[in-house]
């Protein structure tokens, strides 16, 4: 028997594309020894100072909400409360395209069985500082150069490797996702490998 290791991932509730990822690494939870813990990194944080679009901008301002949330559920309950509170924003975000805000980060909570009042950290800077840790935590490895999702995992050698991405839409199923995991691995563990890229040709698909 292969022993089960974990893999982090570095989330933003806010990014389809970590959406994805995420539903694709609980799909490769299944088929490989692998257990997937979520943390919290923040584009807004990662944005500060940088000259965006207004749009962008207002969107940047909207998203300090669902990070302090999610900060102040796993300062509460734990990396398993964690989990299930990005299960259910994602959900209401993606899925259900509904508005950021404290209607949704209270739906989410009741979602989880979670006290409804934790939205308040939405409007709050108490848990700042300890977002802009797990924000640097998960960037520090790989740069600001990036985005979200970022993940962290041993290699195939059993040293730790990091990376952003992958960049998928479906997510893959079943061993498809397994392969598309071992590969990841593969290229990520390879000494001076920084970038495999082409054109998004299409948008999110939450299937």
């Known amino acids: 028997m292969t022993e089960r290791v974990t893999a982090d991932m570095w989330f933003d509730p806010l990014c389809p594309w970590a959406w994805i990822t995420s539903r694709w690494l609980l799909e490769v939870e299944q088929v490989r020894d692998v257990d997937i813990r979520f943390h919290v990194m923040s584009l807004a944080v990662l944005n500060e100072g940088r000259d965006l679009p207004e749009e962008y901008q207002d969107l940047m301002r909207k998203g300090w909400g669902p990070v302090r949330v999610c900060i102040a559920v796993e300062q509460a309950h734990g990396a398993e409360a964690l989990a299930k509170l990005y ?3 994602g959900t209401r975000i993606h899925l259900g395209k ?30 700042d500082d300890a977002l802009r840790a797990s924000h640097e935590a998960g960037m520090r490895p790989v740069g600001t150069e990036v985005g979200t999702p970022v993940v962290h995992a041993p290699g195939p050698d059993g040293r730790q490797v990091a990376f952003f991405g992958p960049v998928i839409t479906p997510a893959p199923k079943g061993e498809a996702a397994g392969r598309l995991w071992d590969g990841v691995l593969l290229v990520s563990a390879t ?11 299409q948008g999110p698909i939450f299937d």
């Open 87 to 89: 299960t259910a924003m």
């Open 98 to 127: 509904e508005e950021l805000g404290r209607d949704m980060l209270v739906g989410a909570l009741t979602d989880v069985g979670l006290d409804p009042a934790l939205a308040d950290a939405a409007e709050s800077t108490q848990y």
């Open 191 to 201: 000494p001076g490998f920084y970038e495999l890229k082409r054109t998004r040709t």
